[in-house]
């Protein structure tokens, strides 16, 4: 008897970690399904929340469920009311906690999605967190490998500079170091814990084309010559480079088809998964 795949989609206003985690928890009850979390964070507006559930798929609401933490009054009720419509499963995971606090306090809760500016401490976490890497990026800074949350490894071109400065965007310290053919990695990378490596890969012919459009505009002459765009040259350099994932030992990512928002939540949940693993325990934090 084989078991229909399910779809977990995180919508939050933050970075969804809280929702991830609760997902995760219970996702480990049904194990016979096959199980995807998206995530869909940062949503502040409506047209944002409605770009999220067009992009979900389902039929008729078969193998997909919603988790949301949104403390906005008027999201939480746009994303029920959406749910309903189109009969998807919906655990809203915010409101009895939020509703339980308030009968406790007496209070009534402010419902922001954060502090302001300049008082968050989150707020100083992601802006480090964007220097970072920014200042790690492209391999510039072996020496800062030993600082990161989570290291991102790959070819040319296969996304690893907007992914990390998302990643940034979050809050994680996020390096990337490139996979060059013929070049041997930084021997720091060898020294990082292997929980926060993850390689990202990409189709050759998706890679050629982009690599191609890259050797254009700079007018054929850097790395016009050396089989750069070449697709018989990348299958190459793509199984080569797949011989250090393996000695490193990290999970890989195909981000061919992948949205930036859906990489970043994949990368992360990787790296929370693989970090509990390393710990011994499933419920420790970053």
């Known amino acids: 008897m084989s078991s229909a795949p399910i779809e977990i989609h995180v919508i939050a ?3 969804g970690d809280t929702a991830a985690r609760v997902a995760r928890a219970a996702q480990a009850q049904f194990v016979q399904h096959p199980t995807r979390i998206m995530r869909h964070p940062r949503i502040a507006t409506a047209d944002g929340l409605r770009a999220v559930f067009e992009s979900i798929n389902g039929d008729g609401g078969k193998g997909v469920a919603i988790f949301s933490t949104l403390v906005d009054d008027g999201l939480r009720a746009l994303v ?21 606090l308030e009968q406790a306090s007496g209070d009534v809760a402010e419902r922001v999605p954060a502090r302001p500016v300049g008082t968050d401490p989150d707020y100083f976490k992601r802006i480090a967190a964007m220097e970072y890497a920014v200042k790690n990026d492209d391999g510039q ?13 790959g070819v040319s071109r296969t996304g690893k500079t907007p992914l990390s400065m998302y990643l940034g965007y979050l809050g994680y310290k996020t390096a990337n170091v ?27 012919q998706r890679l050629a084309t982009i690599r191609g459009r890259r050797v ?71």
């Open 178 to 204: 490139p996979l060059v053919r013929g070049i041997a990695p930084p021997p720091g990378l060898f020294e990082v814990p292997r929980w926060k490596i993850v390689a990202l890969t990409i189709d050759p």
């Open 13 to 15: 206003d933050s970075t």
């Open 216 to 286: 254009r505009a700079l007018g054929g002459r850097a790395r016009g010559r050396d089989g750069y765009a070449e697709l018989n040259r990348i299958y190459d350099e793509l199984e080569e480079v797949g011989a250090i994932h393996k000695r490193l030992g990290c999970p890989v990512i195909d981000t061919t088809s992948l949205a930036l928002e859906e990489a970043a939540g994949r990368v992360i949940d990787l790296v929370d998964d693989r970090r509990r693993a390393a710990s011994g325990n499933t419920w420790a934090t970053p």
């Open 141 to 153: 800074f072996p020496e800062g490998l030993r600082d990161a949350d989570i290291v991102l490894i």
């Open 80 to 100: 029920t009311e959406m749910c309903e419509s189109r009969g998807v499963a919906h655990a809203d995971l915010l409101a009895p906690a939020i509703t339980a």
